[in-house]
């Protein structure tokens, strides 16, 4: 046997680098989304462990987000997966995706921007980048998700309408409330602010999705566009 070639198995790994036996020690919170990924694919290939077969999924995707937006096309495209593990890993991640929905809670309903800025104000005043949502909401006004479409920087946030209406389409959305933080706590709206609305309505309405609003979170003030008079 060539040594320098030869690499082990997962059984031949020590006990405490096996991913399995470390979740039914130390409980599933303790180990990472690599380790996670890898139970889910069970076995690795003829060149790589499971560990280092999920490790080259997120080196491709990078993180959890970019892993549910992947096709089973995309997923089966890394040498070692193929489509059966491309889908084991696309039903755990909307089986996640589906149990993140459900509270067991009656739905908040959106009748006015008050009720936008008491869901959110508590978790969106204090961030230090700007992230942009967007509530989508069903026939009822009844708010059926809430999406974080990016990620910006200390004062902008890149938004495409495709991003935002992606999920939109999916759930059946009737109408989407957009919402954004203002990091330095003043809610007054940009120019940059104007013109993503602007883009994002006439998006809509060739879609068919309302844009009701675009709540802009401050520290504990916001700005209603649909008040404003601004959409």
Known sequence: MDSLNYRPTMKELPEELRPRERLQKEGAGALSEI????ILLRTGSHEVTAVELASLIFARFKNLRSLVDATIEELSEIKGVGPAKASQVKAALELAKR???????????IKSP??????????MRHLDREHFRALLLNTRNQ????DEVSV????????HPRELFRNAIKRSAA??????????????????????????????KIIGIEILDHIIIGDNRFTSFKAEGLI
């Open 143 to 146: 708010v059926i998700a809430n």
């Open 114 to 123: 008050d009720d936008v800025a008491g869901l959110l104000m508590e978790e």
């Open 152 to 159: 910006g920087t200390l004062n902008s946030s890149a938004v």
């Open 175 to 204: 109408s989407v409330v957009l919402v954004h933080n203002h990091p330095s706590g003043d809610a007054t709206p940009s120019k940059d602010d104007l013109d993503v609305t602007r883009r994002i309505s006439e998006a809509g």
């Open 35 to 38: 380790e996670l990924t890898a």
């Open 99 to 109: 149990l993140s929905h459900f509270t067991g809670l009656p739905r908040p309903v």
